[in-house]
């Protein structure tokens, strides 16, 4: 990048060395200019300029001068140099001037001195340096002033006023045009200088000093036109949203400028890498050949940007997870295709508990087809004709009886059938759409509600995407405010991603919700990245052990341990607890004896509709009664 001040070059005739190729090349084409009109005139001087009583001398020196002429501005074409400028003014100048004065001392007539005297501007406008002119100049007078006292001693004085004058006039020129050069060159360096930074700021980012995303599709771009293979990776960093909440945005700068080192020093020169915006970086990859190569790349990139992060007095731990695809040689592909599978296995790796790399296949290429499908059949849906709901009970082992049901999508498309709920759930957040089925399912789950006993809460899960909108809360809020069920009654479930995500965000819509007299429950607790600041911030009613947890029961002594220790720290922050997924009885007799208190999973029973609720709670009456 070029950087030059003007006050610098014209306080000193050299001029830095990053101007200095620039002011030659604008100088070697002043003076090759010169140098043409110079080769002109000796040209006829030699051919047809005699002088009587010249033995050959003139013609001598005017082909020699010819010659040196010739020379040099082939000499200057070959490079711009301000050495080779310099070395071309002192040798002309000085054949130019030596071939006035041999001319006037074989033949002697007052008007061949102005020969002498229209060199000096000539020579002090075609001057490289200052002090090129200069000695030019002196040279000239000298020859001028010698001649005149030879052969005019008469009329000396005046030839020293009219040689003065002449200096005068080449000087001041020579310093114009010096200067108006020199300014040029200035505005030349600026213009280099400001589209030097327009272009560094249109290609990269200024933190992490990687590519942007201009800079990453151009890139794109120009290797799918070209028969190569790459692998083509999303990478987005699990848990970086609280790092700006908790330690502030200036540490959340020192973490995605480490993040950015940590990608070149693992990913190394063969690859490319940039930075699409936010917490979010994507990396060509050409190395590797295969997928095998492919997983141990990855794995090193996740494993790296796992590491814990130097903050100023704190340490920042997150995690990555990393989706990417390939693109073999002879594959016809967009650019906004190969964007669209890594990102869907961006997506999938962060489904399966974040902090892992998922290669897209063609499975996922078969579930993309799918969820489009969904996508636009969730646009054209009638939301009120075709959701219903199933509610699944979570049951208190200790009363030996049922306290809440959750409330379960499900969709009946009059376009596609029956269509399972993680997949309809999935397409419905991935697009954004499940902000507007939340009021239609929890307003469907309130009325049903209203007959119940009322000791029986409901469940209602709410996505990342309902918690984040104000807007979307406004509608919860004003439809449980519409149903007058009690909103003590009503306990929303929500995950942990949406606080990883935008915990401030997260903190206000819970806060509005428990405002209201809502309980809220954290879902799929310790299967992610429990954050116990979290907790501690926002207030949770209830916590729910993944079922991951029980499925571990029969197979190591740690799970019961872990169950065991969460139990107690729920009782410990005043929470309650609910263990989903337990479907035995062993499975059962193994957590009652864990503590465990609130269970849920097809053990008590499955989803059922509506219409089966009030069968189910009757029977349960009824054991319970025979029991006594």
């Not at 990555?320 to 295709?337: H, I, K, N, Q, Y």
């Not at 049951?395 to 376009?415: M, N, P």
């Amino acid at each position: 990048m070029l950087k030059v001040s003007l006050a610098n070059i014209l306080a000193s005739d050299t001029p830095e060395p990053s101007a200095e190729h620039d002011l030659s090349l604008i100088l070697r084409a002043n003076f090759n200019r010169f140098l043409l009109f110079a080769i002109a005139f000796f040209t006829v001087n030699t051919l047809f300029y005699r002088v009587a009583g010249d033995p050959g001398y003139i013609p001598a020196l005017s082909l020699f001068t010819l010659l040196t002429l010739i020379g040099f501005w082939l000499y200057n074409r070959q490079k711009a140099s301000m050495f080779r400028l310099e070395l071309t003014g002192y040798i002309c100048s000085t054949l130019l001037v030596f071939n006035g004065i041999l001319d006037i001392f074989m033949e002697y007539r007052p008007i061949k001195l102005m020969y002498l005297l229209l060199l000096l501007p000539a020579l002090a406008l075609t001057a490289v340096r200052l002090k090129v002119s200069l000695i030019a100049s002196l040279i000239t007078i000298s020859g001028f002033l010698s001649a005149a006292w030879h052969f005019d001693r008469a009329s000396f004085l005046d030839c020293v006023w009219v040689a003065f004058c002449g200096s005068v006039v080449g000087i001041a020129l020579s310093t114009i045009i010096r200067s108006t050069m020199l300014k040029a060159l200035h505005a030349k360096i600026a213009a280099d200088l400001h589209r030097d930074q327009a272009l560094t700021l249109a290609t990269y980012d200024s933190l992490t000093g990687l590519a942007n995303r201009r800079a990453f599709l151009t890139e794109v771009s120009t290797h799918l036109a070209q028969p190569q293979s790459f692998f083509l990776g999303l990478v987005d960093l699990d848990g970086f949203k609280p790092i700006n909440d908790i330690y502030g945005h200036a540490a959340g700068d020192t973490v995605l400028t480490q993040v950015a080192e940590r990608l070149r020093q693992t990913c190394g020169d063969t690859a490319f890498i940039s930075r699409l915006g936010g917490d979010e970086f994507a990396i060509i990859l050409y190395k590797p050949q295969n997928s095998a190569d492919w997983q141990v790349c990855a794995d090193a990139i996740v494993a790296v940007l796992s590491r814990p992060y130097q903050l100023e007095n704190e340490m920042a731990h997150l995690s990555a997870s990393l989706g990417s695809t390939f693109r073999a040689m002879d594959m016809e592909v967009t650019a906004s295709r190969l964007l669209e599978r890594a990102d869907y296995a961006l997506y999938e790796a962060k489904e399966r508990g974040r902090g892992i790399a998922v290669l897209f296949d063609r499975t996922h290429e078969d579930l993309i087809r799918a969820t489009k499908a969904v996508e636009q059949a969730l646009r054209a849906m009638d939301g009120q004709k075709e959701l219903t709901l199933a509610f699944q009970p979570q049951y208190d082992i200790i009363k030996g009886k049922t306290v809440a049901f959750e409330a379960l999508a499900r969709w009946h498309s009059d376009r596609l059938g029956v269509v399972p709920p993680d997949m309809f759930i999935r397409a419905a957040e991935r697009s954004g759409l499940i902000t507007g089925l939340t009021p239609i399912l929890l307003e469907k789950a309130l009325q049903v509600a209203q007959d119940w006993p009322t000791d029986i809460r409901l469940a209602f899960n709410l996505s990342a995407r309902d918690i984040l909108s104000p807007a979307a809360v406004s509608r919860i809020v004003d439809v449980v405010h519409a149903s007058g069920f009690p909103s003590s009654r009503i306990e929303f479930e929500i995950t942990e991603t949406a606080m990883i995500t935008d915990f401030s965000q997260a903190e206000n819509g819970i806060k509005r919700l428990s405002d209201m007299g809502c309980r809220i429950a954290l879902d799929d607790f310790g299967s992610g990245y429990t954050n116990f600041s979290h907790i501690n911030r926002v207030k949770v009613d209830t916590v729910k052990i993944d079922r991951s947890f029980v499925l571990e029961l029969g197979r190591n002594d740690r799970a019961m341990k872990i169950i065991k220790s969460m139990i107690e720290l729920a009782d410990n922050l005043d929470m309650e607890h609910v263990i989903e997924g337990v479907e035995t009885e062993t499975e059962r007799l193994q957590l009652e004896a864990a503590g465990a208190v609130n269970l849920q999973g097809y053990l008590f029973s499955r989803p059922m509709p509506e219409t089966d609720i009030a069968a189910y709670l009757a029977r349960e009456q009824a054991t319970t009664t025979a029991k006594l």
